[in-house]
């Protein structure tokens, strides 16, 4: 018999839980080592992986006490071929590396008991280079070639959907959402923005998403912000039909800008009851609104926080 279906996001006005910042949990709360901020290799190592399964446990739990599906993400975020490399890996082995993430989640889904039709795994997409930079010497053309693999790694893996998270051009966003589009694979852009309230190309979030719109017929999915704060992005959501095309937040726990906290040496967890409140503020405003997770400091206490305040709102 066929598994069912798993509901995705853009097809259901029901809420969806996803993780948090996968990376910063693991370096300070769990003080593993993560060459070239990747996390994904960490499933080589037995008592590294033992801790992913519980991070990512603790949050599929949560989804089955809350009654809410859950998105598997972030861990193959930097498991493409140039941030391979790097890490020592040949192109058969990051596309191994790539299943067994898929296949870890799948076991946190069965261990806690979440319904298939409540699990969606998504194939998370990093930028080519430092999300920090703007790398902009990189076309749309070439997004879209270096990406494909990837993406054609996770169809093979069984992924229902792509998520590109922190990108900061719109180039980028484009050759990536081509290429989920190329693959039959529904894509999601998230990009991040900076304290300007724009994104580092210095494009406001509006022309972003109308030019990655406009440039693919309106290829993705949908569109998220995540690594950003509640009190730079809120401001930019207005009532116009684009802000209507974002379904998604994953925010920092601090409001701190990126470079700040990349320089502290210790985790920002900021306040999560804060947090959960910004959430419901912004999507009293914003109700299409229906992915939420959480990006650097943050981890299933917040999500939980999260996730609690928006069902008794709803």
């Given at each position: 018999m066929s598994q069912p279906t798993p509901r995705l996001p853009h097809l259901t006005d029901d809420i969806f839980l996803t993780?948090?910042?996968?990376?910063?949990?693991?370096?300070?709360?769990?003080?593993?080592?993560?060459?070239?901020?990747?996390?994904?290799?960490?499933?080589?190592?037995?008592?590294?992986?033992?801790?992913?399964?519980?991070?990512?446990?603790?949050?599929?739990?949560?989804?089955?006490?809350?009654?809410?599906?859950?998105?598997?993400?972030?861990l193959t975020y930097r498991a493409s071929r140039d941030w391979g490399e790097l890490l020592g890996y040949s192109s058969e082995g990051l596309a191994e590396m790539n299943h067994k993430c898929f296949e870890l989640y799948r076991d946190c889904a069965a261990e806690v008991g979440l319904a298939a039709q409540d699990t969606v795994i998504s194939g998370c997409i990093g930028p080519k280079g430092d999300a920090y930079q703007t790398n902009q010497d990189l076309n749309a053309e070439c997004a879209e070639a270096y990406h494909a693999e990837q993406i054609e790694t996770f169809k093979s893996a069984g992924a229902d959907i792509v998520t590109a998270l922190t990108l900061n051009t719109t180039d980028e966003a484009i050759?990536?959402?081509?290429?989920?589009?190329?693959?039959?694979?529904?894509?999601?852009?998230?990009?991040?923005?900076?304290?300007?309230?724009?994104?580092?190309?210095?494009?406001?979030?509006?022309?972003?998403?109308?030019?990655?719109?406009?440039?693919?017929?309106?290829?993705?999915?949908?569109?998220?912000?995540?690594?950003?704060?509640?009190?730079?992005?809120?401001?930019?959501?207005?009532?116009?039909?684009?802000?209507?095309?974002?379904?998604?937040?994953?925010?920092?726990?601090?409001?701190l800008d990126h470079g700040t906290?990349?320089?502290?040496?210790?985790?920002e967890e900021g306040d999560p009851d804060e947090l959960a409140r910004?959430?419901?503020?912004?999507?009293?405003?914003?109700?299409?609104?229906?992915?939420?997770?959480?990006?650097?400091?943050?981890?299933?206490?917040?999500?939980?926080?999260?996730?609690?305040?928006?069902?008794?709102?709803?």
């Open positions: 993780d948090g910042g996968t990376e910063t949990w693991l370096m300070y709360k769990r003080r593993f080592e993560l060459p070239e901020f990747s996390a994904f290799h960490l499933l080589t190592d037995q008592q590294s992986a033992a801790a992913l399964r519980e991070y990512y446990t603790a949050f599929a739990n949560i989804a089955v006490t809350l009654g809410t599906p859950f998105i598997f993400d972030s050759g990536i959402a081509r290429a989920s589009a190329k693959a039959g694979i529904p894509s999601v852009i998230a990009f991040t923005i900076e304290k300007d309230r724009k994104l580092r190309s210095g494009e406001t979030l509006k022309q972003a998403i109308k030019t990655v719109d406009r440039a693919t017929s309106n290829a993705p999915a949908y569109y998220m912000i995540n690594c950003s704060h509640p009190v730079d992005f809120g401001p930019v959501l207005t009532n116009e039909p684009w802000a209507n095309r974002i379904r998604g937040l994953r925010a920092n726990a601090s409001s906290l990349c320089q502290l040496g210790h985790l910004q959430y419901v503020d912004i999507r009293a405003a914003h109700p299409t609104m229906n992915v939420f997770g959480g990006c650097c400091g943050t981890d299933y206490v917040h999500v939980e926080k999260i996730g609690r305040a928006l069902l008794a709102a709803a």
